[in-house]
């Protein structure tokens, strides 16, 4: 067993705790410590108890710097924050922090695996993905976190290089760090003895996020949400999704206990572990510094951004905005919540975020965000969700659909090299540490990838369900060629088009449509066969939108109409020189296209939706 192990079980040991004979914790290059099952037992035979007063606490921090709950409230920092800062100062402390024999069984940034630690090659393994944006983001909010936090320390409490350690803070925002830069400068230069440096601050995020308990777990009556404690010797067993397990409080004693409920079904030599709830390869690599192959709780974070001042009409249509507090609860959650009215939108400055995940591909607010965004002028009307029209579905499906693709299309690109980039080391440990970050970057790349394939499929799937569903309320370039012969005749006389397919050849299929509008807003002149043909429908939007109320542009449309007309009205007077087929009328005709229309698929098809709302 490794000595800092054995050190550490003796000094829980002496505080009271009790580890079980059945477990034995081992090092490994790729799972770092662990812990495994080395004799047959029962599952509370199993049992590892912790008291409470080897636990290190919010109140624990609070007390060390002598602050308070409101102290921090009242400058909107979260005590979490405190918690790392106190892990820093008992760092520096080595020898003389009486919790040193914990503090040294902790490992490093590099060790835990997480990016923040990687080299800038191997993050940038991680270009084309959500977390290769996502990770520069956090490092920014930590280092504003930082700032903050040890800009509130008491004066004796500051170190003599206090000064000097937040004078960085100021480089760092005002962008004269170059990324290599602030890579070396937080990560990679050894760690000093000043407690307030950021250097410290980010290994003591890393070991919150890592490694915390919530601490509502011992405590119900929190006076701040996502409070996170550290419990010794506990905090060492790895993630295993399936893994049923068991977390009991003796409040009376002040003592806490893990078991693994599956134990006696575990053969002798497996690894004990325990299950940190349905975490995404994105999370777990970010926060723990692993992934796991083929998860089937992996997630896809898509980030929506939207100007702020039209949040508000969002969630007045009916769509929720998701703060990260309802996903999960992280150890780096920060900031307090903001009081009813106090800039509520400003944690969603970056933008909207929604979890797409196996269980829930298409998440109903999502979709609904993106029938929002695609509402057009004759669906001002359309207040609320439940009257959210076919064509907004249809073409709210469409866009979300092409984000999606470009999102696998900016991962394909960036594919990774065939094997990882080794190091220019020697050292075993560097280079064993190289090939697992390359490997968690090949598994997060994977699943993302299957996710949104998955996705992709869902929204075709959702599509092909709504157009059979509502075949007769939709109108394709294939149905008119299929039923207007007089008008395909047309195009055969006066364009030489004697099948689709060469329509579909020639780029014209925007055009053909524009002149059937035309020719459908004009139904009352032709004879009784021909209106059978025309659907009433498009008709009466002449009659819902009148042309002498919109203001039609008609100068993009004169090129095209020089072009088709007078020779279309003189050649074929039986289509052509029926009604309205003036320039201003066929900018109209353009103006109720884009009323009606969505554009499906690859082949930029453009489909006729009648207006309905409420399509399910």
Request: charged share 25%; aromatic share 12%.
């Amino acid at each position: 067993m490794d000595q800092r192990i054995e050190d550490l079980i003796e000094w829980t040991k002496a505080g009271g705790a009790h580890f079980p004979d059945c477990l034995e914790f081992r090092y490994t290059d790729t799972d770092g410590f662990a812990a495994y099952k080395i004799k047959q037992a029962d599952a509370s035979e199993s049992t590892i108890t912790l008291p409470l007063s080897l636990a290190i606490l919010p109140e624990t921090s609070l007390s060390e710097f002598q602050l308070t709950y409101e102290d921090l409230q009242s400058k909107n920092i979260h005590p979490n924050s405190l918690t790392k800062l106190f892990l820093c100062k008992q760092r520096t402390l080595k020898d003389d922090s009486p919790l040193k024999v914990y503090i040294k069984s902790l490992p490093s940034g590099e060790e835990v695996g997480v990016p923040y630690y990687w080299t800038l090659e191997e993050q940038d393994l991680l270009k084309g993905t959500n977390l290769h944006a996502a990770m520069k983001l956090k490092l920014a909010s930590v280092i504003d976190e930082w700032f903050a936090v040890v800009s509130e320390l008491p004066q004796s409490h500051r170190p003599s290089s206090y000064f000097q350690d937040v004078n960085l803070y100021h480089a760092f925002k005002s962008g004269a760090v170059s990324d290599s830069v602030l890579h070396k400068t937080t990560v990679t230069t050894q760690l000093d003895k000043s407690f307030t440096s950021f250097t410290n601050y980010l290994w003591a995020h890393v070991i919150l996020t890592s490694r915390s308990f919530p601490y509502d777990l011992v405590n119900k009556n929190n006076p701040v949400d996502g409070l996170v404690m550290v419990l010794p010797l506990l905090d060492l067993f790895n993630h295993e999704p399936a893994r049923k397990v068991s977390w009991d409080v003796d409040r009376e004693h002040k003592k806490f206990s893990f078991t693994n409920d599956d134990f006696s079904d575990l053969p002798i030599g497996a690894q004990i572990n325990n299950n940190y709830g349905p975490k995404g390869n994105e999370e777990l690599l970010l926060n723990y510094g692993f992934c796991i192959e083929d998860s089937k709780t992996d997630v896809v974070a898509l980030r929506i951004k939207l100007p702020l001042d039209n949040l508000g009409r969002v969630e007045q249509f009916g769509v929720k905005l998701h703060t990260k507090d309802e996903f999960t609860t992280f150890a780096f959650d920060t900031k307090y919540k903001f009081k009813e009215g106090d800039h509520r939108y400003e944690e969603f400055r970056e933008g909207v975020t929604f979890l797409c995940n196996w269980s829930n591909l298409i998440p109903k607010d999502l979709f609904n965000l993106f029938c929002y965004l695609v509402k057009n002028d004759s669906e001002l009307g359309v207040t609320n969700v439940d009257q959210i029209s076919l064509r907004m579905k249809l073409e709210g499906l469409t866009q979300l659909r092409n984000a999606l693709e470009a999102k696998r299309q900016v991962l394909q690109k960036t594919s990774l090299p065939q094997s990882a980039p080794l190091p220019d080391s020697t050292d075993q440990k560097v280079i064993a540490r190289s090939i697992r970050n390359f490997n968690n970057a090949r598994i997060y790349r994977h699943t993302q990838e299957k996710l949104y394939v998955a996705m992709i499929a869902e929204l075709k799937h959702i599509e092909k369900g709504l157009l059979k569903e509502y075949r007769s309320k939709v109108v394709s370039l294939k149905s008119i060629w299929k039923k207007d012969a007089t008008f395909t005749n047309s195009l055969l006389l006066s364009l030489g088009f004697d099948s689709l397919e060469k329509v579909e050849d020639s780029n014209f299929q925007d055009t053909v449509i524009l002149l059937w509008i035309m020719r459908t807003l004009n139904r009352e002149y032709y004879d009784k066969e021909d209106q059978a043909v025309l659907p009433e429908w498009l008709h009466n939007l002449k009659t819902k939108f009148p042309l002498s109320t919109i203001n039609v542009e008609t100068e993009p449309y004169k090129p095209l109409y020089e072009q088709l007309f007078p020779p279309l009205a003189e050649r074929i007077p039986e289509v052509y020189a029926k009604g309205d087929w003036s320039l201003e009328f066929m900018a109209y005709a353009g103006v109720i296209l884009s009323y009606i229309s969505y554009t499906r698929g690859a082949k930029q098809e453009c489909i006729l939706v009648e207006p309905i709302q409420g399509a399910t």
